[in-house]
């Protein structure tokens, strides 16, 4: 019969008890923190597949981020636009009173006076800001889009420019591989206050306001394009209000795929839990029975294998 030794004894059942420990403490954090692992190499392949998740949460977490910054912007942008609606809608109301071939020459100056207070309310609404950047400038968003040019009694008689007429629209990205437009340009191809051809609403209101301080009823080119004005100011606007309802949409379709995205995170790492608490249970019994193992071999002495 071979014996084996004490020392041999006593080494096997140690590395016994190092490996039920690690067990036991593993199956202990598990309990504790609901999850199977806590570290990925644990799993490589779950860890790899939540790793990937990972990834795609915080890239939503910066497109929602993305989409919540420009649908305030637009939100913002909306608001303006409609106070230029107004403006226009008001200097129509004004210009048709005018037009009353019964009223003399000062009451048309009384209005003409009151287009001039619509210009430059029409400057201040150009030079709105969102936060600290000019919400009408583009991408150059450190500058007002136009200066007044004015006379000596303070009236505004031009503008200057400060963007180029090709100025960029802001953009963000919402997704893996879109990025999109937001917002109003003040001026360029479809700028909102003029695009380059038949639209220009301050030299409009400007030529209005003239022919009316010196009693005269305005030119029929201008009442036309006053009514051009309205109606591209309002197209803008229902696209800003469409453009407004899509960033919307997009804030909930985010929003439902990073609860996705940790409702698949939770499920790859979550524990079972009476499952877990019924190994623990039994990896307790067996290192309390591996302890004591361990502590009869450590007391035996040559004695007891003679």
């Known amino acids: 019969m071979i014996r084996v030794s004490t020392s041999s004894s006593y080494n096997l059942l140690q590395e016994r008890l190092a490996e039920t420990q690690l067990a036991y403490q593993k ?14 190499s644990e799993d490589p392949s779950v860890g790899s597949e939540v790793a990937l998740i990972e990834r795609q949460r915080e890239d939503t977490e910066q497109f929602q981020e993305n989409v919540r910054d420009a649908s305030s912007w637009v939100t913002t942008t909306n608001a303006k636009t409609q106070e230029v609606v107004e403006l226009l809608q008001h ?6 009173q005018a037009n ?29 800001k969102f936060g600290s950047f000019y919400l009408f ?6 500058q007002p889009p136009y200066d007044a040019v004015r006379d000596a009694s303070g009236r505004i008689t031009g503008l200057t420019d400060n963007l180029d007429p090709a100025q960029d629209a802001r953009k963000t990205q919402i997704n893996d591989t879109t990025v999109i437009d937001y917002g109003e340009v003040a001026n360029g191809p479809d700028g909102l206050f003029e695009n380059g051809t038949n639209v ?7 030529n209005m306001r003239d022919s009316l301080i010196l009693g005269d009823v305005p030119d029929q080119v201008d009442m036309s394009a006053l009514e051009t004005n309205l109606d591209h100011t309002i ?24 609860t996705v995205q940790v409702q698949q995170l939770e499920t790859l790492q979550a524990a079972d839990l009476a499952a877990s608490m019924t190994d623990l249970s039994q990896l307790q019994t067996t290192l309390q029975a591996t302890m004591q193992m361990v ?12």
């Open 200 to 206: 220009d609403l301050f030299q409009n209101l400007i």
């Open 235 to 258: 197209g803008h606007l229902t696209q800003s209000g469409v453009q407004q309802q899509w960033f919307q949409s997009q804030e909930k379709s985010l929003q439902n795929s990073q």
């Open 100 to 128: 009353n071939g019964t009223d003399d020459d000062v009451y048309r100056q009384d209005i003409g006076e009151e287009i001039d207070i619509l210009v430059e309310r029409l400057l201040t609404v150009s030079g709105s």
């Open 27 to 40: 199956k202990q954090m598990e309990v504790s923190t609901g999850k199977m692992y806590t570290n990925r």
């Open 295 to 306: 502590s009869r071999v450590n007391q035996l002495s040559i004695m007891n294998f003679l």
């Open 91 to 96: 200097a129509n109301e004004l210009i048709t």
């Open 137 to 142: 400038s583009g991408t150059k968003t450190d």
